[in-house]
């Protein structure tokens, strides 16, 4: 199933009044007055944005991510996270604080207090991808990343060619650095049952 959906946003001028930058109620008697904007008054914004499936459709998907052989499960929702490690030049502390910054800001009551019905605590799974430097993946310790889950049984974890390897800019022989690189790690974590 296809949706159509068309917005537009108030030309920029519009926006900016006196000393502040767009003022919270320029912005609410905006979206007030147009409840149904239009794209077409605004050719700098391209439309329609097309959804593929709607969430429901999404949620009962039989695989968590899409184009993937990943276990099947049923998809509650993605938790997503970067982390890096600028001294030391350590792939999995990135990896480690990538799952961290992705499951750090979120409290899943929905399992514990039985919300969903017929599916208990421990039903919960976990799908874990990682964005990885292809030159770094080799030297990932799954099961240090692992460790970083209080809870949820972890079906799979499953490397990509992706983050980065930059410079930090400084090397600190103090703190371990070999070199000056940083390297970054990109996490999604597909939560479900």
């Known amino acids: 199933m296809a949706v159509s959906i068309s917005f537009s946003l108030p030309h920029p001028s519009f926006l900016i009044s006196g000393s502040s930058f767009f ?3 320029t912005i609410s008697r905006y979206l007030f007055l147009n ?7 605004h050719p700098q914004f391209s439309c329609p944005v097309r ?18 052989n990943l276990p099947a499960m049923k998809l509650l929702f993605v938790e997503m996270g970067v982390g890096y490690d ?18 750090s800001s979120n409290s899943i009551p929905a399992f514990r207090r039985g919300s969903i ?19 770094l993946q080799q ?26 390897i930059c ?3 400084v090397l600190v022989e103090e703190m371990g650095d070999k070199n000056e690189d940083c390297y970054i790690v990109n996490a999604a974590v597909y939560v479900g049952y």
């Open 23 to 25: 003022p919270n109620s």
């Open 35 to 41: 409840p149904r904007p239009s794209c077409r008054s």
């Open 51 to 68: 959804a593929i499936r709607t969430a429901m459709e999404h949620s009962h998907a039989a695989a968590a991510v899409e184009g993937s």
């Open 86 to 103: 600028q001294h030391g030049q350590d792939i999995t502390v990135a990896a480690m604080r990538a799952c961290r910054d992705a499951i």
């Open 117 to 135: 019905p017929g599916v208990t605590f421990g039903q919960m799974k976990l799908i874990i991808r990682l964005g990885v430097p292809h030159s």
């Open 139 to 164: 030297s990932l310790d799954i099961d240090r990343v692992k460790s970083i889950f209080p809870y949820g049984e972890i079906i799979n974890v499953e490397v990509v060619d992706g983050g980065m």
């Open 167 to 169: 410079s930090s800019g």
